[in-house]
C-alpha cells in the first residue's frame, strides 16, 4: 500500500528553514466586538472556525529524581450557527498507571456573546468539569460551555503535568471544523530523544528551530527513612525549540472509500527512542523481535501459548474429529471455533480472560478466540502464530518501529505443507484462510521469534463479479427472461448475513422493489449459502410487462448498475482507499419485443482509466437480427488513489455512471 501521507523522522535530523517569528494575534481574554463580525473566506459554509489552536510541551525538573512534561493549549473557536454546538463540548485525555495519574491544572474557559454591542463573558464552573474512564490507562476530563448559541466565541487555556516521559503530547493541526493558525511548539532536551512521526497533506507555514542553554533542578529523595530532606541536583543543558505552523487549514470530511480519517488528519505525534546523560544512557524502543518476545512471555497475550494446555485435549477430539490430513485438521478445527464462539469484542489486542475461560464460556474477544485457534492447532503440533495487525478504521500501522499502541486486532498464521493460511475464526460465516476486508490494511507482524513482516494489501484482494441476463420472447408473445448473478466474496459475505437475518423472500422482494415492481419473479434461487469458502450464486426467472407505450424506454443493466458517483465532491484532500479491486461484469442478450424496432442503443464506449491501465471502463450494445446484445466490464485493479489522481478517478465514474443510465429506445413499427 502506498502511504504517501506519513514520514518518519528522527528529531535529532531535522532540517528547517528559518522563517520570520509571526504569531497568532489572539490573547486569552481579549475579545472585542469586531470579532463577531469577523467573515471567513476558509469556507462559507463552516458552522465554526478554529480561530487559534496553540500548544507547547516543556520538559522541567520534578521531585522525583527525574524529568516531567509541562503541557499547554490555548483555544478560541467562534460558532456561528447550531451546527458547531458540537466544538463547545471539550475533552482532555488524562494518563494513568496504577494510582499515578497526569495532573491537570490551571484550567480556563469562558463564552463570550454580544449583547446590546458589548461582550458578556460566562466562565466555566470548575464543578462542572468531570472524569470519565476510558480504559485501564486512559481517562477524560469533560467540560461544555456555558450559554453557548449561535454566534458565540468560546476559548479555553490549561496546563498539563505529566511525569511521563514516554507519553509527549502530539497535535492536531486540523480537524473537522477549518482552523485558521494551529501551533505547537517542543523544547527538546539533548538527554531525551524522541522519533518524530509526521502526516497529512498540508504544508507548514512556519517550520524552524533554535537552540538555547536552560537549566534544569531536580529534586531526589533519600530513600534511607533515618535520614530526613532531600538532594537536588542543578544542572543545565542544550534545549532545540521545534516550531510548527500551519495556517487556514481546511476541515477534513467524511468522504466515500476511505480507511479512517485520522490515517489523514495533519498531525505530528513522538515516540520515546533514547535516555542520555545525565539518565543511565539506554535505548527504549525496542526491535521487533524484543517485542515478539516480550509478547509471547505476557500473561494476556501468548504465555499460555507456550504451555502444555492438557485441558484442550477433549475439544480437540471434538472439533478435528475424521480429519485424515493436518489441513483437514486445521480446517475442522477452525470451523468449530467459528460456529460455536460468539465474538464479543472485535476491536481487542490483549485478553482479558483466560484461554480455558474463553472454551469454557464459548466467548470472548476476537483476540482471545484467535490466541484460542493457535493454541489448539499448535497443541496439534502444527507451525501456528498470532498475527497482530491494525484494521482500517484504526489507522496505519508503522513496519520500522515497534509502537504496539498501532495495532488492534490479531488472526492466526498457520504453516501446512509449506502452504501458509491466515484465519479468523472470531467472524460467523467467513471461510478457512479468509479475513475480512477491514483486515487489509497494511502492514502486520507475526507474533514469533523471528517477528516477521506481513503485508495484507487491498490491491492483493480482487472482487470479481458476473451477471448474465438472457430475455427472450415466449409463444404468447411475452418478454420472459432469466438472471444468474455471481457477486464477489465480500458482497457474498455480506449477503449471507442479511439472508441469515431476514430470509430469501425478503431479498427477492427488495429486488423487485429496486426494479420498480414491474417484473414478476419466479423461481428464486441462492446456491452456496452455507459454503462458505465460495460465493454465492444468485438466479431467477422473470417476466416483463406486456403493455407498452408506443415508444418504450428500458433500462438494459436492470438493478446491476452504478447508479451514482461514490466520488461527489469536486475535490479531495486525502487519498481514495478503496477495500479491494473490483472486476465487474454484465452481459444481456434480449430479443426485440414483438412488434418492436430499435430505435436507439447506447453508443459504445472503451475507457482507459490511464495509460498503464490499472483500469478500464468497456461497454459495447449491438443489435443483430432482432437481437440485443449488451456487454459492460469495469476493471480497478488499484485501490490507492493519491488526491491528485481524484479528479482522474471521479470522471472516470461519471462515464461509468452516465452509460449505466442510458436506456435502450424501442418504437412500435408502424
Known amino acids: 500500500m502506498k502511504v504517501q501521507s506519513i514520514l518518519v523522522i528522527l528529531l535529532g535530523l531535522f532540517s528547517f528553514e528559518m522563517s520570520a517569528q509571526e504569531k497568532a494575534k489572539i490573547k486569552f481574554g481579549k475579545v472585542s466586538p469586531g470579532d463577531f463580525k469577523a467573515v471567513y473566506p476558509i469556507d462559507s459554509n463552516a458552522s465554526a472556525v478554529i480561530i487559534g489552536d496553540i500548544g507547547s510541551t516543556d520538559f522541567v525538573g520534578n521531585d522525583k529524581g527525574s524529568f516531567a512534561l509541562e503541557f499547554k493549549r490555548y483555544c478560541r473557536v467562534h460558532i456561528l450557527n447550531k451546527n458547531g454546538y458540537d466544538i463547545s463540548k471539550v475533552e482532555i485525555p488524562i494518563y494513568r498507571v496504577d494510582e499515578a495519574e497526569e495532573e491537570l491544572t490551571s484550567i480556563k474557559a469562558v463564552t463570550y456573546n454580544l449583547e446590546n454591542g458589548k461582550v458578556v463573558e460566562t466562565k466555566l464552573d470548575p464543578k462542572s468539569i468531570f472524569k470519565e474512564k476510558i480504559s485501564k490507562k486512559k481517562v477524560v476530563k469533560k467540560f461544555t460551555f456555558p450559554a453557548v448559541r449561535e454566534g458565540s466565541i468560546i476559548e479555553f487555556e490549561y496546563k498539563l503535568k505529566s511525569d511521563f516521559l514516554f507519553n509527549l503530547r502530539p497535535w492536531e493541526f486540523q480537524g473537522s471544523y477549518p482552523t485558521l493558525w494551529s501551533e505547537y511548539i517542543v523544547g527538546m532536551p539533548e538527554f531525551l530523544n524522541y522519533v518524530s512521526l509526521t502526516q497529512g497533506y498540508q504544508p507548514y507555514y512556519i517550520k524552524d528551530q533554535k537552540d538555547k542553554r536552560e537549566s534544569y533542578s531536580v529534586e531526589i529523595k533519600k530513600e534511607n527513612a533515618m535520614l530526613s530532606g532531600s538532594d537536588r541536583i542543578n544542572f543545565s543543558a542544550g534545549v532545540t525549540f521545534f516550531r510548527w505552523v500551519m495556517k487556514d487549514v481546511p476541515a477534513l470530511k467524511e468522504e466515500s472509500y476511505t480507511s479512517t480519517l485520522s490515517n489523514h488528519i495533519a498531525r505530528i505525534e513522538f515516540q520515546l527512542a533514547e535516555y542520555r546523560e545525565p539518565f543511565i544512557p539506554k535505548k527504549v524502543m525496542n526491535t521487533w523481535a524484543e517485542t515478539a518476545r516480550r509478547l509471547l512471555d505476557e500473561e494476556d497475550f501468548g504465555k ?164 448474465s441476463v438472457f430475455i427472450t420472447n415466449d409463444a404468447n408473445g411475452n418478454l420472459v427472461g432469466s438472471l444468474q448473478h455471481s457477486p464477489g466474496y465480500y458482497s457474498s459475505y455480506s449477503l449471507r448475513s442479511r439472508l441469515k437475518e431476514k430470509g430469501q423472500d425478503a431479498y427477492f422482494n427488495d429486488l423487485k422493489k429496486e426494479a420498480g415492481g414491474e417484473i414478476e419473479i419466479t423461481e428464486p434461487a441462492i446456491d452456496s449459502v452455507n459454503n462458505y469458502e465460495a460465493p454465492l450464486a444468485i438466479r431467477y426467472s422473470f417476466k416483463l410487462p406486456t403493455d407498452k407505450e408506443d415508444i418504450w424506454y428500458f433500462n438494459p443493466m436492470f438493478s446491476e448498475g452504478w447508479k451514482e458517483n461514490p466520488f461527489k465532491s469536486t475535490e479531495r484532500l486525502y487519498p481514495v482507499e478503496m477495500p479491494y479491486g473490483i472486476d465487474q461484469t454484465f452481459l444481456l442478450r434480449m430479443d426485440v419485443p414483438p412488434g418492436y424496432a430499435v430505435d436507439e442503443l447506447p453508443k459504445p464506449i472503451i475507457v482507459k482509466l490511464n495509460p498503464e491501465d490499472e483500469g478500464n471502463f468497456e461497454y459495447r450494445a449491438v443489435e443483430t437480427a432482432g437481437v440485443v446484445s449488451i456487454r459492460s466490464r469495469i476493471r480497478l485493479s488499484r485501490t490507492y488513489f493519491s488526491p491528485e489522481e481524484y479528479v482522474m478517478l471521479r470522471e472516470f465514474f461519471n462515464l461509468v455512471v452516465k452509460k449505466h443510465n442510458e436506456q435502450i429506445v424501442f418504437k412500435k413499427k408502424k
Open 304 to 467: 499460555s501459548l507456550q504451555e502444555e494446555n492438557e485441558w484442550l485435549n477433549d475439544a480437540i477430539s471434538t472439533a478435528g474429529k475424521n480429519a485424515k490430513t493436518s489441513l483437514e485438521q486445521a480446517k475442522n478445527i477452525y470451523a468449530w471455533l467459528r460456529d460455536n464462539m460468539t465474538c464479543t469484542n472485535y476491536n481487542s489486542f490483549y485478553t482479558t480472560k483466560s484461554l480455558k475461560a474463553t472454551l469454557n464460556s464459548k466467548s470472548g474477544s476476537e483476540a482471545e478466540i484467535n490466541l484460542l485457534l493457535t493454541a489448539m492447532l499448535k497443541k496439534l503440533g502444527m507451525e501456528a502464530d498470532p498475527v497482530i495487525l491494525s484494521t482500517r478504521s484504526n489507522g496505519y500501522a508503522y513496519a520500522l518501529y515497534p509502537l504496539i499502541d498501532r495495532f488492534n486486532y490479531i488472526v492466526t498464521r498457520v504453516v501446512i505443507d509449506g502452504k501458509t493460511y491466515y484465519l479468523d475464526a472470531s467472524r460467523p460465516m467467513l471461510g478457512f484462510n479468509k479475513l475480512g476486508y477491514d483486515c487489509y490494511n497494511g502492514h502486520a507482524r507475526v507474533i514469533e521469534p523471528n517477528a516477521a513482516g506481513v503485508e495484507f494489501k487491498p490491491e492483493s484482494l480482487m472482487e470479481k463479479e458476473l451477471t
